[in-house]
């Protein structure tokens, strides 16, 4: 049988994939590493269809090297007769704990059928809450960005794991870039906050994203051209 690493989206239940929704409803089990993914899952699957795996906040690499070994021996098991689910926030391939759960099940039971469902991502989620457009042509780089971290170098930024918005805000600014926070975007649980000022998410949060892009950066977009020509004119 197949498990299906499932990209739950950012947060909103009604964000969640047409096949996303499916492959959930249809799943003998579905496990989730956290609370919120858990929450959103629940508005697709009953709870008694939700499995429960120990997932240690710690950073030892030899504690979570043996959670992860018990969690795919647990899906592995199930997957032998059943197909089974494992939901993650955002999409599995970004920034996603699946990743862990891929790798190990592929090192340890190489014979399970794995197949991913992609899911709408934090940072398109995040572009379209700022009303951010990435036109064709340009580029945009992802990065992390916890504890006041503040990476620079390409023009258009998305950071992920803002988890010290003030200090990472004063680098980012010193360094020649505009910044904008979104924290919570789309999500049911916690406040939604949108700004530019990084006072307002003093309080550390792991869903805390920000967009960065230096200051003067120009755009060559042919349809600029309509800018100010009125709807039936000339230009």
């Keep these: 049988m197949t498990v299906y690493g499932i990209g739950l989206g950012p947060g909103d239940a009604d964000l969640v994939t047409v096949k996303g929704k ?49 969690a795919a021996a647990e899906v592995a098991t199930r997957a032998e007769s059943e197909d089974v689910a494992f939901v993650t926030l955002g999409d599995p391939n970004v920034y996603s704990t699946f990743g862990h759960l891929r790798r190990t099940l592929a090192a340890f039971h190489p014979e399970v059928d794995l ?80 700004t530019d000022d990084p006072d307002e998410l003093a309080e550390r949060d792991y869903y805390t994203l920000a967009y960065a892009e230096r200051e003067g950066v120009e755009r060559d977009v042919a349809t600029a051209a309509f800018d100010g020509v009125e709807s039936g004119g000339s230009a």
């Design 115 to 194: 197949e991913v469902v992609p899911g709408v991502s934090a940072m398109t989620a995040f572009t379209t809450a700022l009303g951010v457009e990435i036109e064709s042509g340009t580029g945009l780089a992802l990065r992390e960005a916890a504890n006041g971290s503040a990476p620079t170098g390409p023009a258009r930024m998305v950071l992920f794991k803002v988890t010290d918005a003030p200090a990472t805000h004063e680098k980012l600014t010193e360094a020649g870039y505009d910044v904008r926070f979104g924290r919570r975007l789309f999500m049911e649980q916690g406040e939604t906050v949108v």
């Design 22 to 70: 499916r492959l959930l409803e249809s799943a003998a089990v579905v496990y989730s590493p956290g609370r919120l993914s858990r929450t959103v899952a629940l508005n697709h699957v009953p709870e008694e269809r939700i499995g429960d795996l120990d997932f240690p906040m710690t950073r030892d690499p030899d504690e979570l090297r043996r959670a992860w070994k018990e």
